[in-house]
Structure formats: structure tokens, C-alpha cells
């Protein structure tokens, strides 16, 4: 695999991240939503993407529905599935003042991975579904088609950070920061705060759903054990890193993440050794969020300030 | 059955149990400094990891190793609230949020770097079987669980209403500005809370490898079952804590005869969303 074929591969990958990484800033950095079980939307948009594309059940398999439906209308599905399961959630956790939203989205996450095992009907266990077809696959030739892929989630990238950046500045997304700063101010102007946390919550869902969609298709599979915990905290982390409610700084600490990732790949290791790297991997993540929120505490990119007369 | 029932009814009391003194510190540093430690299962982590180094590594006695992955533990909470926590009191609540899921993934990670990604067993004695006529009860490390739950559960009560620093802590919880104006030490009030957090946390965490395994995510899966105990008491009812922690038990413990018992924490979920969407206060909320 040449250098450039690497790297678009991989700026495929940071698009999708990308995605995920913007729509979660909405939450986090706009809205001042502790979700600490993003990787919940993003497992649901790759598993119903995984559902409505796959083929039907053949004698053997423990999975009951496989609709083979394209993967346009896996994505639809993606996108509908993840904004419902939003609102279902939302609806007991965002009502009160207090930790209950990261709560229950933790708890959820944790809850969704038991499920994903466990429920073999619905999501064939630990094997998951894999060979899934890809958008546009049957159009382009093999040897081109990550050249296709790579410019569709560019695109999609592109898509939501306009669409992103579009609802951060319209008065939409100035009342969403008032609730930030001040939730008893933006009630007393009569703003339903519940309605707005739904809101945010719901559409930015969709955003992550579809990034999980995506991501399935970009590896052509979807198992449970893809979909970690420590996955939220990446995200968290890379929203942190390059700038709290501020769309390129979004982006920008999801492509710092995923460069250092990508470099530690490479660093050679003893054997011995490797079977600790997740868990030196996972001390670093910690560590990098715990001192970025102590020294930079408003990120690479700072949010702009905006002052209304 | 009956006798399934009534063992899994013992099963639930001893699951109780632990969860109070999982439960106790979460809730208690959640009144104090205002904010949920996300990282709090690790301590159960921490503590059960020690006192198996302790116990199977170097061979002290399986009290000894309790006792000093306890105090060990109590510790490594209040080194940590100092070096991390406290400094970032001033950014607000949602840093310091975020800064205990860092740390807890910080010390996930230790944890299963020490520990190794295999689970681990301490390997007690096995006890003999309490039996009362035909039905089987529990072994006798078992019931040992309840005594010390319940030890747990009367020392914080005395602790509460009896002691200069259950009182402040009462002050300070129920209303924080007013309890500093009257003069309450607030730093010597939270080291205490963090230690004490850190040790209950411990003792959760040994008694979840004498009744289970060790594995490193158990801080994680701990965590989220000792958060909806803290949501069915109502998010920093101490007391209520107490009844909570039997109820989830309990709940878990009996459930798992009707579901399989992969869903053992998918039940403690389904009663925090119960919970939230009926008595969103919680369930003793008058």
C-alpha cells in the first residue's frame, strides 16, 4: 500500500471522527451536555446500518432480520434510529437540573454493550455482521473506490460542519449558550430549557449515528467490541483538546488524536510489551484530558467571543 | 424453587451490602464538592487490586491485606482530590466532571496494566454451606458481608449525628454558603470525605472479589451500577442510600431468575429510568 493510498484511507477515517467529533461539540461545547455515552449513537448508526444492508438470514446465522436493503436508506436508517433513541433517552434524563444526563448517558452506553452481546436475534453477538456493502461500491472499481469513500466522508464532513457551524451562530445556537452560562437567565427570557437540551440532543444524535454509519461501512464490519467505552473518552478528549464549543478546533484535536494514534502504531514494541499498550494507551487518554483541562482549559482554539449590543 | 428464591434473596442482601459501602463515598463527595466522581468505581478497583498484590503476591494474611489496600486506597483518593480535583474547583462543574473521567480512565488503565487484562481470583478458603433443614442458605464468608454492611451502615449513622465532623458534614450538604460563614473548616471537612470515600470504596471493592472475580473494567461496570443506587436514593440522601442499595441488590439478584444473568446490570439501569421518569427526586423525596 503506497503512502498516499495510507493516507487517504486514514483521511477517511479522521473525516468520520471528524463528524462524530463536531456533532458531539454541539453537546459538550455549546450546550455545556456532559454525554458520557456518546459511543452508544455511534454503535446504533453502525449497527442499523448493519441491519438494513445485510443480507438476509441463512440457515445458521443467529441474526433474524437482514433486509439488504442500499446503503443509502441504511444511512436514513442510521440517521432515524439514532435521533429516536436520542429523544427516548433524553426524555428522563434531561428534564432535571443535575448530573442525571451524564449519568444516564453512561449508564446507557454500558447498558447498550450488554445488549449488543446478548441479543443475538438482533445483532448476531459477539460476531457481529461484517462484509457490508458500501455507497457506491458496485459503481466504482475496487483499486478507486477509497478514493470515492474519502471524498464522501470529506463531504460529509464538510456537510455537517456547515450545517454545525450554521446552527452555532443562528439564534438557536445563542440561546443554547446562554443555557451554558446561565440556565436560570435564559428561563427567566422564556426559554424552554428542555426543549433546546432535546433539541441539541436529538439532532447532533443524528450527526453521530450517521458518523457511525459511516464507520461501518469504512471497515465493513460492526462487532461489539468495537464499540469501547473508552471511545466516548477519545472523543471527549479530542473536543477538549482543540477547543471547546468552537467548530475547527473540533476538528482540529479529532486529526491531533487521530496523528498520534496512528503514531504510536508504528513505534515497535517487545511482545511482552504490547499486551500492555491498550492500557498505557488508556492512561495516556486520561492523563492528556485531566492536564489539558487544568493548563488549557479553553482548548487549542479558544470560542469566539461574541458580544451582542 | 423456594429455596432458589430464598438463596437469591440472600444473594440480593449480600449484594446490598456491598453496594452501601460502594455507594456511601460516591454520594458523599457528590454532596461536598458538587460534582459526580465518574472515577469513583475505580477505587473498588484499586482496593481489590491491592489486596489480592498483598495477599496472593506477597503472602500477608487475607486481614492484613485488607486493611492496608484500605488505608492504601483511602490514600491514593486523597492524593488524587488534592492534586487533581481541588485545583480545578474553580473552572466549575463540568470540568471537574470531565477531569474524573480522565482520571478514572487514568486509573483503568493502571489497573489493568499492573493487573493484566485476565481476571484474577483471590482463592479463599472455601467455607461450608449454612444449612437450615433442607434449604441451603449461604456460606459462611457470606454472611460475614451482611455483618459488615450493616457495621458500615450503624458506624455512619453515629458517624452523622454524633460527631463534630458528621455534623459539618450535615451543615455543609444541606447548605453550603451558610456552613462556611458559621466557621466550619471546609478543607480539613473534605480531605476527611475523600479518604473516606477512598477507603468504603476499598472495602466495596474486597468484597466484590470474595463474593466474584477481579477484572480490570470493574471499576467501570461498578460505577454505573453505584450511580443508579445514588439516583433511586435521590442523589445525596445518605440515608436513603441504605434502603436503595438493598432494593437494587435485591432487584438484581432476584431478576436474574427470570433473565438471563447478563442483564444483571441492565436491571439496575431499567431502575434508575423508572425511577427518573415516575419520583424524579428519588424514592424517599417527600
Known amino acids: 500500500m503506497g503512502l498516499i493510498d495510507f493516507f487517504i484511507v486514514m483521511l477517511s477515517l479522521a473525516a468520520i471522527w471528524g463528524i462524530m467529533g463536531l456533532a458531539y461539540n454541539l453537546q459538550y461545547g455549546f450546550t455545556g451536555m456532559v454525554n458520557l455515552g456518546t459511543v452508544a449513537w455511534f454503535a446504533i448508526g453502525g449497527y442499523t446500518f448493519a441491519i438494513l444492508t445485510t443480507h438476509s438470514p441463512q440457515l445458521g446465522d443467529a441474526y433474524m432480520f437482514g433486509f439488504g436493503l442500499s446503503p443509502i436508506i441504511g444511512l436514513i436508517g442510521a440517521a432515524i434510529i439514532s435521533g429516536f433513541v436520542a429523544f427516548l433517552i433524553g426524555l428522563p434524563s434531561l428534564k432535571f437540573k443535575g448530573h442525571y444526563f451524564a449519568i444516564i448517558t453512561f449508564a446507557f452506553a454500558s447498558i447498550l454493550h450488554y445488549l449488543l452481546v446478548n441479543e443475538r436475534w438482533l445483532t448476531n453477538g459477539t460476531i457481529g455482521f461484517f462484509g457490508l456493502n458500501s455507497l457506491g461500491e458496485n459503481i466504482f472499481e475496487r483499486n478507486i473506490y477509497p478514493y470515492f469513500f474519502c471524498f464522501l466522508t470529506v463531504l460529509g464532513l464538510i456537510f455537517a460542519y456547515l450545517v454545525i457551524d450554521k446552527v452555532g451562530k443562528a439564534p438557536f445556537g445563542r440561546a443554547i449558550r446562554g443555557i451554558r452560562e446561565n440556565d436560570i437567565v435564559a428561563l427567566s427570557v422564556g426559554k424552554n430549557i428542555f426543549m433546546y437540551r432535546m433539541k441539541v440532543f436529538v439532532f447532533s444524535s443524528i450527526f453521530i449515528g450517521l458518523a457511525g454509519a459511516l464507520y461501518s461501512m469504512y471497515l465493513t464490519l460492526v462487532t461489539p467490541s468495537m464499540y469501547a467505552a473508552t471511545l466516548t473518552f477519545t472523543v471527549l478528549n479530542a473536543v477538549v483538546i482543540g477547543g471547546k464549543a468552537n467548530n475547527k478546533g473540533a476538528i482540529l484535536g479529532i486529526f491531533i488524536i487521530m496523528f498520534f494514534a496512528q503514531l504510536l502504531r508504528f513505534i515497535e514494541v517487545s511482545p511482552l510489551f504490547a499486551v500492555r499498550m491498550s492500557a498505557i494507551n488508556a492512561m495516556i487518554d486520561g492523563l492528556l484530558l485531566v492536564v489539558i483541562l487544568r493548563y488549557l482549559p479553553d482548548g487549542i482554539l479558544k470560542e469566539k467571543k461574541v458580544i451582542y449590543n | ?286
Open chain 2, 1 to 286: 424453587m423456594i429455596n432458589v428464591i430464598i438463596q437469591n434473596t440472600l444473594f440480593g442482601i449480600v449484594t446490598g451490602s456491598i453496594l452501601v459501602a460502594g455507594t456511601l463515598g460516591f454520594v458523599m463527595t457528590e454532596r461536598l464538592d458538587g460534582f459526580i466522581n465518574i472515577g469513583h468505581g475505580q477505587y473498588l478497583a484499586i482496593g481489590a487490586y491491592l489486596t489480592y498484590w498483598f495477599y496472593r503476591g506477597l503472602s500477608f494474611s487475607f486481614a492484613l491485606s485488607a486493611i492496608l489496600a484500605v488505608l492504601l486506597t483511602a490514600i491514593i483518593a486523597l492524593c488524587l482530590h488534592k492534586v487533581f480535583f481541588k485545583p480545578m474547583h474553580r473552572f466549575g462543574v463540568i470540568p471537574l466532571i470531565v477531569t474524573s473521567i480522565g482520571l478514572g480512565g487514568f486509573l483503568n488503565g493502571a489497573v489493568e496494566y499492573f493487573g493484566g487484562p485476565d481476571p484474577h481470583s483471590f482463592n479463599l478458603p472455601i467455607y461450608k454451606v449454612i444449612k437450615v433443614g433442607e434449604t441451603s442458605l449461604l456460606s459462611k464468608d457470606f454472611f460475614y458481608i451482611i455483618l459488615i454492611g450493616i457495621v458500615l451502615i450503624i458506624i455512619v449513622h453515629l458517624f452523622l449525628q454524633n460527631t463534630r465532623i458528621g455534623k459539618a458534614f450535615r451543615a455543609v450538604s444541606s447548605n453550603r454558603e451558610l456552613a462556611i460563614i458559621k466557621g466550619i473548616d471546609l478543607d480539613f471537612l473534605d480531605n476527611f470525605t475523600w479518604l473516606f470515600a477512598g477507603a468504603t470504596g476499598a472495602i466495596a471493592g474486597i468484597l466484590l472479589g470474595v463474593v466474584g472475580n477481579l477484572t480490570p473494567d470493574m471499576g467501570w461496570s461498578q460505577t454505573m451500577i453505584i450511580m443508579s443506587v445514588a439516583v433511586l436514593a435521590g442523589m445525596g440522601n445518605i440515608y436513603g442510600i441504605m434502603i436503595a442499595s438493598f432494593i437494587v441488590g435485591l432487584i438484581m439478584d432476584l431478576g436474574i431468575l427470570i433473565l438471563p444473568s447478563g442483564y444483571r446490570p441492565a436491571l439496575a439501569f431499567a431502575i434508575m429510568i423508572i425511577v427518573l421518569l415516575i419520583k424524579p427526586k428519588g424514592i424517599f423525596a417527600k
